[in-house]
């Protein structure tokens, strides 16, 4: 779905979100720098008008206007010109008093009750992150070199909704996704036991357990269910859901809040200096971090980081993506490693101006040499096809299925195809039956043959993470079978003169034979045979009763597991 | 759903333990989502003597959102918004100000803090802010005279 959206919106739609109240909240999301760095010529004429609208909303940003609320977020970010800009169209509003206080009151309402519409989902799915660099294709040079450089660095990144709480979702999406990927499931019980301690902290925060029992319960739960599920391997799913749980994300998001509050509360020495306009860390936590509209700052997302990662060994790295120009036109880089302890995982976030989403490295994900199975990319279904023995056919001259020969076309093969394979061999039947692309009516198979399009399959979901305890040899083997020669022995019969062998419409064979290596005379009588006194895990041959009557070749060959 | 257990526990809790000068019932039984206040003005402001009706309304989202709190019975005071709907939309309860940890008890003690004193600089009723701040006497005068009309 996010694929379809044009260039420009898709510019527009980290715009959009902040536009309620932001004309302090830093140029990304920022009306005026709209003109200057993303050239509202490819906007839709509806986004011009809103952001028309909310400059002039802007005008009545003045000190003597007391009910407009003016956040000051990311205030830092705004060049100069963009704040020239503010100034002059606050000027040209007040050149006209005219407007009475009902009206401005009308508009004070008006702006209150504007609720931007918010696109995407909550967290989105992992993408390659070459999207980025489509998406600035059109954007002013100095992020055009910087984004084309980001994917050399990261391979993929996830969009979080900027909804105003997208760097708390980040995080707490990434401190999850993290102790999944670290693949220790002691991690879990540790970190809920460590979470659930942070009681002691609440207390000397002065925060009673009445007030955060209910988010911390929710919390805690997701840890919990991801840690059960972690055994079944949809871990993954089961944060993905959660996180795009409105009700959930909510609790969660509240949760993150609460512990940033107690922590720094807690610790106000280490954080006080690094909040600005003279707050203190309690009128911090009470005005910047708990109100449910408040974005994270970087006040916030150290603590948020202290408290939530660094004890659980996760690193946090920010990459900024913003207009300030570099020397290599790489993205600024800021790394934050646990202090002591080693490290798990590392939560990789990309920070526009006023945004955050998630961002991957190639190694972040479990690392496993069968890539053309492990991606369901385009780039890769033709290997895929390879293995369903398809294109291998095209260099014997017309004997490709993909492109049959005139004559295959022509005549029974094509015509009348259900009583050609009502007309084949038993066992090939049998697998037909088996397969379940054969569910569909054999006419349809031959459809198949003009398209070879089709003939893909891809792999199920939960190939994209497999975990990495099985050898990669190994793994080539066994997962051949399961997705491609199941097709293959459909496609073989399905096609005419080529008689399937048992390697094709046989399911368990390959992994029956990987499992088991041919057992010959050689190797009976060599050392590698367990039931060679020379095996380290010599065992000896016993005499079972019921392998007397299966002969020898048998017995090493084909039935043994069959 | 998460939400309505809060909600359930926050009511449980309340009527345990109500505020002082409240009481709250459901009108019906069955909507957990709306309140019925019932607030007696604080004996040391001009709202003495008067048992006001305030509605509670929680939003589905709730406690994402804040409650909606509104004045049933007549109310002359700069922060309460002097029309049928009587609403009342300052501090806490806006929208981005909010914090789900806030209970609705909290709410109420701010409403009745705002009682016994009025934050002209917060008004949605400009006209009596000003009169609360410039002709304190008049103020007065006409609040009683609105606690005796409407909230006796």
């Known amino acids: 779905m996010m694929n379809r959206r044009p260039v420009a919106t898709a510019a527009s739609y980290y715009h959009l979100p902040y536009a309620t109240n932001s004309f302090a909240h830093g140029q990304y999301h920022d009306p005026a720098f709209l003109s200057v760095g993303y050239r509202p010529l490819h906007l839709p004429l509806q986004q011009q ?31 100069v010109r963009t704040r020239l800009q503010h100034r002059r169209a606050a000027q040209e509003a ?25 696109i995407g989902p909550l967290v989105g799915p992992r993408e390659p992150s070459t999207k980025i660099t489509t998406e600035y294709a059109s954007a002013d040079p100095v992020y055009q070199v910087k984004t084309a450089a980001l994917p050399q660095k990261y391979s993929h990144y996830r969009t979080v909704r900027g909804d105003g709480k997208c760097g708390w979702r980040a995080v707490g999406f990434g401190y999850f996704e993290a102790l999944i990927r670290s693949d220790d499931s002691t991690k879990f019980l540790f970190e809920e036991a460590r979470l659930r301690s942070m009681s002691n902290v609440f207390t000397a925060a002065g925060i009673d357990s009445m007030v955060y029992e209910d988010f911390a319960d929710e919390a805690l739960g997701l840890l919990r269910r991801i840690y059960d599920a972690a055994h079944t391997g949809d871990a993954t799913e089961i944060l993905f859901e959660a996180f795009n749980d409105e009700t959930v994300q909510n609790y969660i998001i509240t949760y993150l809040k609460l512990i940033t509050t107690a922590w720094m509360k807690t610790n106000a020495g280490d954080y006080a200096p690094w909040i600005e ?54 993205i600024q880089n800021y790394y934050f490693g646990p202090a002591s302890q080693p490290t798990v995982g590392t939560v990789r976030l990309l920070y526009r101006p006023g945004h955050y989403d998630i961002l991957y490295k190639n190694e972040d994900f479990p690392q496993q040499v069968t890539t053309y199975l492990q991606f369901a990319n385009p780039d890769h ?9 398809c294109d291998f056919m095209t260099a014997i001259p017309g004997g490709s299925i993909i492109n049959p020969h005139q004559a295959w076309l022509s005549g029974s093969c094509y015509g009348n195809s259900v009583s050609d ?12 039956q088996r397969t379940p692309a054969a569910v569909h009516a054999p006419s349809v198979i031959v459809h198949q043959q003009l398209q070879p399009q089709t003939l893909y399959i891809p792999a199920p979901p939960q190939q994209l993470i497999t975990p990495p305890t099985e050898l990669p040899q190994e793994l080539v083997i066994r997962t051949l079978p399961q997705v491609s020669l199941a097709q293959a022995g459909l496609h073989g019969q399905g096609a005419g003169p080529f008689r399937a062998s048992p390697w094709q419409y046989e399911d368990g064979l390959m992994q029956a034979t990987s499992r088991m290596p041919l057992q010959t005379t050689i190797f009976r009588n060599s050392h590698f045979n367990t039931a060679h006194f020379n095996n380290p895990d010599f065992q000896p041959e016993e005499w079972k ?13 084909r039935h043994r597991n069959g | 759903m998460a939400g309505n257990k809060r909600i359930m526990k926050e009511f449980a809790d309340i009527q345990a333990n109500s505020p002082p000068g409240c009481t709250i019932t459901l009108p019906k039984e069955d909507d957990l989502l709306n309140w019925e206040v019932t607030m007696d003005g604080p004996s040391d402001s001009v709202y ?24 049933k019975t007549k109310i002359y005071h700069p922060n309460v918004s002097n029309d049928e709907r009587g609403s009342m939309c300052l501090g806490m309860l806006r929208a981005d100000e909010w914090k789900p940890p806030n209970k609705i008890v909290e709410v109420l003690k701010l409403v009745r803090a705002v009682l016994a004193a009025p934050q002209p600089e ?20 006409n609040a009683k005279e609105w606690v005796s009309k409407y909230a006796k």
């Open chain 1, 49 to 79: 008008q809103h952001s028309a609208e909310h400059l002039s909303l802007a005008g009545f940003q003045d000190p003597g206007f007391q009910l407009l609320q003016q956040p000051s977020v990311h205030q830092h970010s705004l060049p």
């Open chain 1, 94 to 118: 007040m050149a006209h008093p005219q407007q009475s206080e009902e009206q401005l009151a009308e508009l004070q309402k008006l702006s209150n009750a504007w609720e931007p519409e918010v």
């Open chain 1, 277 to 330: 306009n003279g707050q203190t860390v309690d009128e911090y936590c009470d005005h910047s971090i708990m109100p449910i509209g408040a974005e994270i700052e970087s006040a916030g997302l150290a603590p948020l980081k202290d408290v939530l990662l660094s004890p659980a060994g996760i690193a946090l790295e920010v990459h900024y993506l913003d207009r300030s120009p570099t020397d290599a036109g790489d």
């Open chain 1, 381 to 389: 279904q033709d290997y895929v096809q390879n293995i369903a023995g």
């Open chain 1, 421 to 432: 394979i009502s007309a084949t061999p038993a066992p090939i039947q049998q697998c037909v």
């Open chain 1, 545 to 557: 009763p019921d392998d007397d009557y299966v002969t020898t070749t048998s017995k090493g060959f």
């Open chain 2, 48 to 71: 003495a003597g008067g048992r006001f009706k305030l509605a509670v309304a929680l939003p589905k989202e709730y406690p994402f959102k804040p409650p909606n709190v509104s004045f």
């Open chain 2, 122 to 141: 917060d008004a949605v009723e400009p006209g009596i802010a000003n009169e609360y701040k410039n002709e304190r006497r008049a103020f007065d005068k």
